[in-house]
């Protein structure tokens, strides 16, 4: 586990009483006193892209089987002759 949420003992409970994979599961070493966690986050993930130390985590998320982008999903209403008198 890494990230901010990992370090809270209810987050933690949660998570791993919701996973089974057959292994203990561990917290990562945090350099957040020398980077900021997402960056820390984003190198372990293009370690494993690259086939380094944490390719296999990398390889179980399944990342580059992944379809789409975070705005997918977003739906912003709009009317639609406003916009075009706007335009005009």
């Known amino acids: 586990m890494a990230g901010r949420g990992s370090e809270l003992q209810y987050i933690k409970d949660k998570i ?6 057959g292994a ?7 350099y957040s006193s020398l980077s900021k966690r997402a960056a820390q986050g984003a190198a ?5 892209l690259l086939g380094g130390e944490f390719e296999p985590i990398v390889r179980n998320l399944k990342i580059k089987d992944a379809k ?4 997918d999903d977003i739906f912003i209403p709009f009317d639609k002759e406003k916009l075009l008198s706007d335009l005009n």
Do not use: D, H
Request: aromatic share 4%.
């Open 16 to 21: 791993i009483s919701s996973i089974n994979i």
């Open 24 to 30: 203990p599961v561990k917290l990562m070493n945090s």
């Open 44 to 48: 372990f993930i293009a370690n494993g």
């Open 68 to 71: 789409g982008s975070i705005l």
